[in-house]
């Protein structure tokens, strides 16, 4: 599991806090002083709790490891415990000193010597994003498989996520595709001027991969306390980056450099319409800059996973009002002081580093969607006026 063995920067959105910017600001780490203004210890030898030998900072306090299990434990199990004594065990207890049994006085105790569990609420935070990944994924791997779509409007409106399809409908049959439906799939349609027909296994992902997003996005509770139209611009400006990053985190899963599909496909050779130098500059250039740029840092799932947050609760998206920016602001913060505690827990001293270079691929992402969009006016200039991509073209800007 995780440590957050270092100390947390303060959560509060300011200005000058590295959370409150898409490129990061400079680090003021509070490397020196806890929130309470006591110096750390760098070095600590015994643990503040019971004198034993200190293994590192833990839940902000000089601490060993039994100790710093026990508070852990007590904390996410939400355990109580009652004392015979009035809470009076560990009153004289000094160093040297048999360490009292109590474990209510020994839990009081840690939160005296401050003890921080927001550390472990930290922890819930990943494990969160954890859970709503593996019902994302599901969802994505699921047999439900719409021909119509919605337009982003209309898939904001209503609130509640259709998320949990992936329970009800189970996993799609014949995944990973055999390569006589992914040929079936890719045939020319024999009716043109007509909606293509698909083998019944074969998703039409250009816009199935979006709507996981924004489905995806509603299961996090601010996104509700946000209005339609707050929605609608949100999504409109982010679930592109959104998918991208997921996508390319789903390559990098799968140990490849290229964009693969989760029934098993590579990309589909493109319509004949689409000249080959837009689809190529799409595919093999702009595509492609996400996926190099996780496998190159070793980008594990936690810091895709709140990577992903962050780049979700984008309080720069054009559009929408101040309060949904007050929202998001807030919303990001707290993913962005995990992702920094989760970077120092990991890599010491490299952390900062670590955390910044994570941050700067929302820089990559950004580029990459406004590309999209720009190779994208030039394909709508031959696409056949009967060809409906809704979502992708609320995305992409189309008709704006
Ligand atoms: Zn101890
Ligand atoms: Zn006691």
């Known amino acids: 599991m995780f440590d957050y063995d270092l100390p947390s920067v303060s959560s509060s959105p300011s200005s000058s806090s590295p959370a409150s910017n898409f490129s990061p600001a400079p680090l003021k780490l509070k490397d020196k002083y806890r929130k309470s203004g ?51 065990c560990y009153n004289d207890f000094k160093a040297g000193d048999k360490i009292p049994k109590c474990r209510a006085c020994r ?24 859970h709503l990944d593996l019902k994302t994924n599901k969802f994505r791997d699921c047999s439900y498989n719409p021909v119509d779509f919605p337009t982003l409007k209309e898939a904001v409106k209503d609130e509640i996520s259709i998320i949990g399809y992936g329970d009800r409908f189970g996993p799609m049959p014949g995944w990973p595709l055999a390569p006589e439906v992914i040929e079936e799939a ?85 319509p004949k319409w689409i000249p080959k130098e837009y689809m190529d ?4 250039d702009i595509m492609k800059r996400a996926i190099s740029t996780l ?17 979700l609760c984008n309080a720069a998206a054009p559009d929408i009002s101040s309060t949904a920016r007050a929202i998001l602001q807030t919303e990001r913060a707290k993913y962005t002081v995990a992702l920094l505690n989760y970077t120092m827990a990991n890599h010491g001293l490299e952390g900062p580093g670590r955390f910044a270079e994570i941050l700067n691929i929302i820089d990559l992402l950004e580029r990459q969607q406004k590309d999209q969009r720009d190779v994208n006016v030039f394909i709508l200039l031959y696409r056949p006026k009967h060809v409906k991509l809704p979502l992708l073209d609320d995305v992409m800007l189309s008709f704006c």
């Open 38 to 88: 006591k110096p750390y210890q760098f070095v600590p030898s015994s643990c503040q709790v019971c004198f034993g030998k200190a293994t590192g900072h833990h839940y902000d306090v000089a601490s060993c490891n039994g100790c710093k299990s026990f508070f852990r434990r007590v904390t996410i199990e939400k355990l109580v415990y009652k004392c015979d004594n009035h809470m009076r």
């Open 107 to 130: 839990y009081k105790r840690c939160v005296d010597v401050g003890m921080n569990p927001l550390e472990s609420q930290v922890s819930d935070l990943i494990k969160n994003l954890v």
């Open 186 to 270: 890719r045939k020319p349609n024999p009716n043109p001027g007509t909606r293509k027909i698909l083998p019944a296994n074969v998703k039409r992902w250009l816009m199935y991969d979006l709507l996981t997003i924004v489905e995806m996005a509603k299961t996090f509770d601010f996104f509700n306390k946000l209005n339609e139209m707050d929605r609608y611009y949100l999504c409109r400006d982010t679930t592109l980056m959104v998918s991208n990053l997921t996508k390319a985190y789903f390559s990098v899963e799968n140990k490849t450099d290229q964009l693969i599909r989760a029934d098993g496909q590579t990309l589909a050779p493109p």
């Open 281 to 284: 500059k799409l595919l093999l």
């Open 295 to 311: 496998i190159r840092m070793k980008c594990t799932k936690i810091e895709f996973l709140l990577l992903r947050a962050i780049l």
